[in-house]
């Protein structure tokens, strides 16, 4: 396991064309620094390849949280059994004071906890 500590809170907006520095692509991307970081325990919505406009509405909505929930002071990223997934980017569970930002958006229904695999938010009432 690794666990990489911000010591101060880095300011953080919404992606928009590359080079990205430090910015949120959707409700469980973000980059910090330059490095694409994947939270590791949730799936958010889509927002750029929503599958509906429910998803791409509730994908807004976690976006929009995730950046607020940044924005709120540091944050540790801790690393489980793979550092990086086949995208490339960082794997980590993001925490602030022991709690899961991702345990934050599933408990706020803008998120579901990681399951190996994407789920379909168009139709399902989840």
């Known amino acids: 396991m690794s666990v990489l500590a911000l010591s101060a809170a880095a300011l953080f907006t919404f992606c928009t064309n590359a080079p990205c520095e430090t910015c949120v692509v959707d409700g469980d991307t973000f980059w910090l620094a330059g490095e694409k970081v ?36 540091p944050v540790l990223l801790v690393g489980g059994r793979r550092s990086h997934d086949r995208y490339g980017r960082r794997l980590a569970v993001v925490t602030r004071q022991g709690r899961s930002l991702g345990a934050q958006l599933v408990t706020e229904g803008l998120a579901e906890p990681w399951r190996g695999r994407r789920s379909s938010w168009c139709g399902t009432g989840a």
């Open 38 to 73: 994947r939270i590791a325990d949730i799936n958010a919505p889509e927002t750029g390849q929503a599958r509906c406009a429910s998803e791409r509405q509730r994908g807004e909505a976690a976006k929009l949280r995730l950046l607020e929930l940044l924005n709120r002071g």
